[in-house]
């Protein structure tokens, strides 16, 4: 028995229809690690829901994948489709969570989201530093899933921008290295950091007040 049951399968089916071109999930494992089995499933049931979805799985020992996704952990998923920038999830997309990671799939598969007013998009497109926004989450955190898509969006538009998700209890130690205490928390290049869920003209404002120094 799958992940995911045949209501949930037929609901993703219908909302994958609006997956434009392909794209590709990226699963890269690792050894000892608990939740690889159930990302790896995961994958693979998402996969079989639309044609347009391809699945890749590599071990964070492909030098080559490592360095072409410039991975630095696992487990992660990299989606792939025609977004500029990474967009990765380190973890398993789970509870609240779910829901928007399959509308990044759509995203990337159209390199665009409906999700912000273009004003702000063009600002996402202007900025020209490598930003890494690290937007650390719980499955259970309803608050989390905004802040995850504000970083994924960014990463969308624009090829200077890694938009990532960290599940917190899944890298803990990851969480402990920024004093991770409540969720949403958002670390951008080791020098902004702000814990809620920002609107993304905040998000926005607090990156340009920093540009110079990130």
Known sequence: MGLLDENTKNEIKKLFEEIKDEVKLIFVSKENCEYCPNISELVDE???LS???KVEKYDINNKEIVNKYKIDRAPVIIVDGKNKGLVRFFGIPSGHEFGP???????????????????????????????????????????CPHSVRIAHIMAIYN???????????????WANKYSVRGVPKTVINDKISFEGAY????????????????
């Open 101 to 143: 990671f399959l509308m990044t799939i759509i995203d990337a598969s159209r390199g665009e989201s409906k999700e912000l007013p273009n004003e702000l998009i063009e600002q996402i497109k202007k900025i020209d530093k490598p930003l890494r926004m690290l937007v650390f989450i719980t499955p259970s955190c309803p608050y």
């Open 199 to 214: 609107p993304p003209d905040m998000v926005l404002k607090n990156i340009y007040d920093k540009l110079g120094e990130l």
């Open 159 to 173: 090829k200077n921008i890694f938009g990532d998700a960290v599940e917190a209890i899944e890298f803990n130690e």
């Open 46 to 48: 998402l996969g079989s």
């Open 51 to 53: 044609s347009m979805i």
